[in-house]
């Protein structure tokens, strides 16, 4: 009875919020003041908000109308739960497997206005839009003289009569950490060479400078050098002569890396220059990574830096942006509706930053001024014309001859500031080289600064000094956007050097490396937060002396490795095999990463069937228990996988009990197909998990949850189809093995480039696949077997985030193939056209169009996380757990490379191929999503809406589904979000050592008092160092990002209580059991507070905003 009453209750409140969300709707279109206009013909601009007011009012009963719908569920659920079904997983009469609808139920409740933010409408044009700059270039590599990659440039002699030219030569040596050599051997044998003289000989003379960017390699030389040595290298910075830019622990790689990892390493080398140096850097330098995202302009604008400098780009994209005097300008979210995020970017014209292709458009010439190449040295001008020591007897010929090129370079660029760079890969190790760069170049200064006809004023400078004197000349402070200089918004991949060499090959190059990068970010979020809380509450306890706070100098240290991982050329890292738990009655300690309460299934590896798991409290959990396969046709002895299904608190621990049952029953048990067409069939002995064996290929088959329902082909077992609950119509969606070759001419594929001899051609193993179909509780998967390549495709059977989408593995092995490239391909029927969208270091997505003048190499783009395809109707999403190379060269595909193994060098220095290659586990999830747009074309509104636009009315159409104002954006689903942390932060599962001496209690962890709203990610929960070093401060970096994302994707059924705020957070209130001591907002590096310290503990962030705050917790 008291059932019937709480079903009463929901029934009513359903019947209310309809009721008065109608009632909201109709008072805010007829209150509307735009609609109080005089009466009469409508005019052709109301036609427009006539529009706008429609498509709100049909959004707000589509959100009504889903509002209802979840309570609805819900109901539905409750009562199912209450009427008596079991909490395990049971068989039905049919054989197949039901797991019982979940006791708590599920609401997504989004503000109206948080959906606003994707739709665009607020901020200006750009002058220059990268996707629109690749439509309208030719790409046709004419022969440009000298400048091979442009243009004759020439100039009036008179040019600088009013305005004399004002050039900065700026020293410099990039110093890989880890290339060809390792990261200790480049310092001992250069590295540290390098410092030292840069602090001898940058005393000898006042007028020198020097710019240095790895701060990596800087720590390591500091622990090593004297306190004189020190103090001299602070009065060097402090008088301006030595620039620390950008100030990262390394320059990072842009395309693969995740913006986690690229913001950790920004403040570790940040945290070290104030703590050491009490230097704050202002300017970015960034002359090698391969391409560029937009990810990191943004980051820098965050860190409070004013200006940035890149090089490598499309030799096509530097040609054009040198004609039209576009080289330097304001970098711009294509998200920003307020230039908030605009930042001065100079992009380097010419080949390289060698010296031979920085003073100006003529390398034979720019080489003769590279004085480490004068004759009776190790390295010489490949144009075969050395460069002359600067005597009184040749000054004035030899200034001349580079003041030509100066003036040359000035041309391409809307000012008369001049930036020179001077240096390479590891120079000015040796103290020669220091002299005879500076000294020579000195000589030709004081030529041409005491001539005035010349109207020139050369100098070293550092990199800001070029910066100062260009805001000076054209009177702006630091940061604002010069007049007459462009707004550009997108990024510069893919890269090409010359011809059709693209650097797409790196996108995927040695892929486990790249999973295991990804492993240690999610390992080090975790540590870094569980290690804040732990001290923060035993800090509110008074037990700070019982915590061993020599296990910062740990977290410290993994710090550092993971910003190694992200250099331009040093993704790598190492893993361990998976072992056995052997146990009797043993505890499981499993940790959520996410701030986000979550519904998983968590694998565990035992070494009997005879498991149960049970919760803190001892009751039973679903699960379901699995043979460990070590082949296609063999498990491993006493080895199991028990999958139990937890719910598991935000950022919190869970506390499991692993059984051995004394009546012997084992978890729920699968049942097991195995296809072995062509192959005989053994005899197989009595095993735990029954496996049936079959000699023939599988008819086509289907699995399916409660969200979709899967299909096959039986003879590969290959998905073919997907197909969503409640829609009768099937979704192609096939996948395929391709491989690509290398070309046969003298350029080949290598670790950078990719350089194809064709289209992919199907993957064509001996022998046709073993396929094995596991249908279970959980969940259930199809694994087939090829000679190079092991594909897993499961459909989880669970309530949440993880039934709604298809996760997908590829365990892939190419050791003996021979310059062959493995690529998994979807094809779909959406009609996706030319449009494809990446993501950009996890951070952003970046719309793509397929460019049939290109060659196929140069239509691939990085993927660190997700890649996605769309039409009016639907949109299907790969997420990755991995950076890999992606592309789509059809309309309706997706195609991403696996693996390479490349023989040979690709001749851009590397020296060697790719031919170390492990075996690797490549892991995604495919989510398909149905647009809300699809159901539209039916309604009212809609016909309404297409009637104005038959009429001709403006601002009737509804634009393309990629451009809002004419600015290319696009936004994941809150589920696809979700979805992607899901995948990248797995639950980490951590067996409870059994010990002599009884361990302590136990206890669920719950960090968490609030529900944190759902488009707000916890970026990091970062313990700052105290001033003695190896040891934590009470203070902690809390760093939040707000997601943007697109509402007009369905988001049902995610298993938690999704909610948004606009924005708002309170802090002082979302910590369990602690007290918000102090609350500072500061730059993303905590280089710079931000306004003062308030007593309000609510915080605000806007759309896409990474924010950090200064926090005490106690």
Not at 245 to 266: K, R
Request: charged share 20%; proline share 7%.
């Amino acid at each position: 009875m008291k059932l019937k009453k709480q079903v009463t209750v929901c029934g009513a409140a359903i019947f209310c919020v309809a009721v008065f969300s109608l009632y909201l709707m109709l008072d805010r279109v007829q209150h509307d003041p735009t609609r109080h206009q005089s009466g009469g013909n409508f005019p052709r601009s109301q036609i427009s908000v006539l529009q706008n007011r429609i498509e709100q009012l049909e959004q707000l009963l589509e959100e009504n109308h889903e509002i209802i719908s979840h309570i609805k569920d819900s109901v539905l659920e409750l009562t199912a739960h209450a009427e008596g079904q079991p909490a395990l997983p049971h068989h039905t009469p049919n054989g197949s497997w039901v797991l019982p609808p979940e006791n708590r139920p599920s609401f997504l409740s989004v503000s109206p206005q948080d959906c606003q933010f994707a739709l665009g409408g607020k901020g200006q044009n750009p002058d220059l839009q990268m996707l629109a700059v690749y439509s309208l270039l030719p790409f046709d590599n004419q022969d440009g003289g000298v400048w091979k990659q442009g243009f004759d440039i020439t100039y009036e002699p008179n040019e600088w009569d009013t305005e004399p030219l004002q050039v900065f030569v700026v020293p410099h040596s990039h110093n890989d950490p880890g290339w060809i050599k390792t990261f200790d051997k480049y310092y001992y044998d250069q590295t540290q060479h390098i410092l030292n003289s840069m602090v001898l000989k940058m005393q000898e003379d006042p007028r020198r400078r020097f710019i240095w960017s790895e701060i990596s390699f800087f720590s390591k030389w500091w622990d090593n050098i004297s306190a004189q040595k020190r103090a001299a290298v602070r009065r060097l910075v402090g008088n301006g002569q030595l620039e620390m830019v950008t100030g990262g622990w390394v320059m990072p790689d842009e395309a693969n890396s995740h913006y986690f990892a690229m913001i950790d390493q920004l403040i570790e080398g940040h945290q070290w220059l104030e703590k050491n140096i009490g230097v704050m850097p202002r300017s970015g330098w960034a002359v090698d990574p391969f391409g560029y995202s937009s990810t990191m302009p943004y980051l820098l604008k965050r860190s409070n830096l004013t200006a940035m400098l890149i090089q490598r780009v499309h030799y096509a994209i530097k040609k054009h942006f040198a004609a039209t005097q576009n080289l330097e300008f304001m970098w711009r979210q294509t998200w920003d509706p307020d230039a908030s995020t605009d930042i001065f970017c100079h992009m380097m014209p010419f080949y390289s930053y060698d010296v031979p292709h920085t003073c100006g458009p003529d390398p034979k010439i720019c080489c003769q001024f590279d004085f480490k190449r004068l004759p009776g040295g190790r390295i010489n001008c490949p144009w075969k014309v050395p460069p002359r020591a600067i005597t009184d007897s040749n000054v004035a010929e030899r200034a001349q001859l580079l003041l030509d090129q100066y003036r040359k370079k000035s041309k391409l660029f809307r000012s008369k500031v001049l930036l020179v760079p001077l240096g390479d890969d590891f120079r000015y190790d040796k103290p020669q080289e220091w002299d005879a760069q500076f000294l020579n170049y000195q000589r030709i200064f004081d030529f041409l600064n005491s001539r005035p006809s010349l109207h020139v004023q050369a100098q070293f400078g550092t990199l800001s000094d070029y910066f100062d004197a260009l805001y000076k000349r054209v009177g702006i402070v630091p940061g604002m956007r010069p007049p007459g200089f462009p707004v550009l918004t997108g990024d510069f991949f893919s890269y090409a050097d010359r011809e059709d060499h693209y650097w797409t090959g790196y996108y995927t190059s040695r892929p486990f490396y790249k999973s295991m990068d990804r492993v240690l970010e999610a390992h080090l979020r975790g540590a870094e937060i569980l290690y804040s809380l732990a001290l923060a509450h035993t800090r509110h306890a008074g037990a700070d002396g019982r915590y061993p706070l020599s296990d910062y100098a740990l977290l410290s240290n993994a710090r550092r490795n993971l910003g190694l991982f992200q250099h331009h050329d040093a993704i790598t890292g190492t893993a361990k095999e998976a072992v056995a738990v052997d146990y009797g009655v043993r505890f499981l300690v499993v940790f959520n990463p996410l701030e986000q309460e979550r519904l998983s299934v968590v694998p565990v590896l035992v070494d009997s069937p005879h498991a149960h798991v049970l919760s803190e409290e001892g009751q039973p959990l679903p699960s379901q228990l699995t043979a460990h396969w070590g082949s296609a046709t063999d498990t491993v002895p006493n080895v199991y996988q028990v999958s139990v299904l937890a719910r598991l608190p935000a950022l919190g621990l869970r506390v499991l009990q692993l059984h051995r049952p004394v009546d012997g029953r084992t978890a729920p048990l699968p049942s097991v197909r195995l296809h072995l067409p062509g192959r005989d069939v053994p005899q197989r002995k009595q095993e735990p998990v029954p496996v049936r064996v079959f000699p023939a290929a599988a008819e086509d088959f289907c699995l399916e949850n409660q969200h979709l329902q899967a299909c096959f082909w039986g003879h590969s077992g290959l998905l073919k189809s997907i197909r969503r609950a409640g829609e009768e119509r099937e979704q192609r969606v096939s996948s395929e093995f391709l491989v690509y070759g290398t070309r046969t001419s003298k350029d080949k594929s290598g670790a950078y480039l990719f350089l194809p001899d064709g289209e992919a051609k199907p993957y064509a193993p001996k022998d046709p696949p073993v396929v094995r179909v596991t249908e279970g509780p959980l969940f259930s998967e199809v694994a087939s077997y090829y000679q190079h390549v092991q594909t897993v495709v499961r459909l989880y059977k669970v309530p949440g985030v993880d039934g709604l989408a298809l996760d997908v593995s590829c365990l892939v092995d190419i050791r003996d193939h021979v310059n062959k490239e493995l690529a998994l391909r979807f094809s779909t029927d959406i009609e996706s056209d030319d449009t494809f969208f990446t993501d950009l270091n996890g951070f952003q997505i970046q719309p793509r169009r397929y460019q049939r003048k290109l060659p196929l190499q140069a239509n691939f783009y990085p993927m660190p996380t997700m890649a996605y395809i769309q039409d009016s109707r639907s949109r299907l999403t790969l997420h990755t757990a991995q950076a890999l190379g992606v592309t789509s060269l059809s309309s309706g595909q997706l195609e991403v490379i696996l693996d390479r193994r490349l023989m040979q060098d690709d001749n851009r220095g590397l020296g060697q191929g790719l031919k170390d290659n492990k075996r690797t586990c490549n892991r995604f999830r495919l989510l398909l999503e149905r647009r809300a747009t699809a159901n539209k074309s039916s309604s009212f509104f809609s016909k309404l809406t297409s009637m104005f636009k038959a009429l001709g009315f403006p601002g009737a159409g509804t634009g393309s589904p990629e451009v809002q104002d004419g600015r290319p954006i696009s936004f994941p689903s809150l589920l696809s979000h979700i979805t992607s942390m899901h995948l990248n932060a797995e639950v980490l599962v951590m067996p409870v050592a059994q010990g002599k001496l009884a361990p302590p209690a136990l206890r669920s962890f719950m960090p968490l008092a609030a529900t944190l709203p759902c488009d707000f990610h916890i970026l990091n929960l970062r313990t700052l160092q105290a001033e003695e070093d190896s040891l934590p401060s009470a203070e902690a970096a809390l760093i939040l990002h707000r997601k943007g994302f697109d509402c007009s994707l369905e988001a049902k059924n995610l298993g938690f209580n999704c909610t948004t705020s606009q924005g708002k957070l309170a802090l002082g209130s979302l910590f369990q059991g602690l007290e918000l001591g102090s609350l500072q907002p500061t730059s993303l590096t905590l280089m710079y507070p931000l306004g003062t310290a308030s007593n309000s503990s609510t915080i605000h962030l806007d759309p896409m905003e990474i924010a950090t705050f200064r926090i005490r917790l106690g």
